[in-house]
T-cell receptor
Framework: KQEVTQIPAALSVPEGENLVLNCSFT??????LQWFRQDPGKGLTSLLL?????REQTSGRLNASLDKSSGRSTLYIAASQPGDSATYLC????????FGTGTRLQVFP | NAGVTQTPKFRVLKTGQSMTLLCAQD?????MYWYRQDPGMGLRLIHY???????AKGEVPDGYNVSRLKKQNFLLGLESAAPSQTSVYFC?????????????FGSGTRLTVV
C-alpha cells in the first residue's frame, strides 16, 4: 500500500530564509508527484507537477525534485516571504492521488 | 474558465438527514474524485470515476454513494448523515492516467453534521 509522509509537520522561519520541505513515499511505481499549497479554509492550489521520468521542476522561487528510486521528493522555497505561509501538501499519482498530511509553514517578518 | 465547481460551499445537517454534493468540471476531464479532509488525517479518497457511467470505491467509501451520469458532473450522496461525516469535502478532476496529467481541485464543501 502506498504511503506518503511529509517532514516536518510544521515549520516556522524568518522572512528571507531558504527552506526545504520533504516528502517520502513507499512505492516507486508512480505516474507523477504533485505539490499543492493550501491556505487556511481554502482549496488546493497546484504548485508543481513532476513526471515520473523527470528529476526536477521549477516555478519562480519554487523548485521541486524527485528521486523515484529512493522514494523522495523535496520542495525548495528560496527567499521565503510571509505570503508563503500556508500548508504544503505532496501527493503521488498512482491513478489516484495519495496525499501526505502536509507541512504547515509560517514565515514571519 | 470555471475549472472545478462544488456546490454547496457550506452545509449543516442533522443526524440521519440526507444530502447530495455536486461537483461540476468544464475541462472535459475523464477522471473525477471525491476526497474528504480531516484534521491530522490528510486527504482521503472516498470514491472516484474513470469515465461517464463508471464509479469505484476509494479508501473510505462507507456511508457514501456516488453517480456519474454526465461526464462533467460527479455527485456525492450521504443517505443518512452521521457526526463522523463532519468534514471538508473536495472534488478533483484529471484528464486521465499518465505522467503528464495533474489534478485540479474545487474549493471544497464544509459539512457539519449535528
Amino acid at each position: 500500500k502506498q504511503e506518503v509522509t511529509q517532514i516536518p509537520a510544521a515549520l516556522s522561519v524568518p522572512e528571507g530564509e531558504n527552506l526545504v520541505l520533504n516528502c517520502s513515499f513507499t512505492d516507486s511505481a508512480i505516474y507523477n508527484l504533485q505539490w499543492f499549497r493550501q491556505d487556511p479554509g481554502k482549496g488546493l492550489t497546484s504548485l508543481l507537477l513532476i513526471q515520473s521520468s523527470q528529476r526536477e521542476q521549477t516555478s519562480g522561487r519554487l523548485n521541486a525534485s524527485l528521486d523515484k528510486s529512493s522514494g523522495r521528493s523535496t520542495l525548495y522555497i528560496a527567499a521565503s516571504q510571509p505570503g508563503d505561509s500556508a500548508t504544503y501538501l505532496c501527493a503521488v499519482n498512482i491513478d489516484k492521488l495519495i496525499f501526505g498530511t502536509g507541512t504547515r509553514l509560517q514565515v514571519f517578518p | 474558465n470555471a475549472g472545478v465547481t462544488q456546490t454547496p460551499k457550506f452545509r449543516v445537517l442533522k443526524t440521519g438527514q440526507s444530502m447530495t454534493l455536486l461537483c461540476a468540471q468544464d475541462m472535459n476531464h475523464e477522471y473525477m474524485y471525491w476526497y474528504r479532509q480531516d484534521p491530522g488525517m490528510g486527504l482521503r479518497l472516498i470514491h472516484y470515476s474513470v469515465g461517464e457511467g463508471t464509479t469505484a470505491k476509494g479508501e473510505v467509501p462507507d456511508g457514501y454513494n456516488v453517480s456519474r451520469l454526465k461526464k462533467q458532473n460527479f455527485l456525492l450522496g450521504l443517505e443518512s448523515a452521521a457526526p463522523s461525516q463532519t468534514s471538508v469535502y473536495f472534488c478533483a478532476s484529471s484528464y486521465g492516467a499518465g505522467s503528464v496529467y495533474g489534478y485540479t481541485f474545487g474549493s471544497g464543501t464544509r459539512l457539519t453534521v449535528v
